[in-house]
Nanobody, 124 residues
Framework: VQLQASGGGLVQPGGSLRLSCAVS????????VGWFRQVPGKERERVSC????????DYSASVQGRFTISRDNAKNTVYLQMNNLKPEDTAVYYC??????????????????WGKGTLVTVSS
């Protein structure tokens, strides 16, 4: 399975961005997909997960209420709508996929496949 993240960029505090994660090479409907982010010198952290049936979502406390994860199984794509962005949201954002929900919300470093990151910079 291959993943490609896109949609990053420079945005002012309070602004919005939508990230996309295009998935190929696998039966998309079988996979849980998550978004993660990493700041240089810090550990990668989970941002949000969505299960394969689009029936469960999970958010970190730091983005709850500001970010929304969604998926379009017809387009093999998962989205992360990010609103009210803050400077501390600045990071490289990655998407990853796995058949097991438990990996996304737990030991995510073991997920099956990772895409290359897309940089989000929140600054005035």
């Amino acid at each position: 399975v291959q993943l490609q993240a896109s949609g990053g960029g420079l945005v002012q505090p309070g602004g919005s961005l939508r990230l996309s994660c295009a998935v190929s090479g696998a039966t998309f409907e079988r996979y849980t997909v998550g978004w993660f982010r990493q700041v240089p010198g810090k550990e990668r952290e989970r941002v949000s997960c969505i299960n394969n049936r689009n029936s469960y979502t999970d958010y970190s406390a730091s983005v709850q209420g500001r970010f929304t994860i969604s998926r379009d199984n017809a387009k093999n794509t998962v989205y992360l709508q990010m609103n009210n962005l803050k400077p501390e949201d600045t990071a490289v954002y990655y998407c990853a996929a796995d058949r097991l929900w438990e990996y996304c919300v737990g030991h995510f470093s073991g997920m099956d496949a990772w895409g290359k990151g897309t940089l989000v910079t929140v600054s005035s």
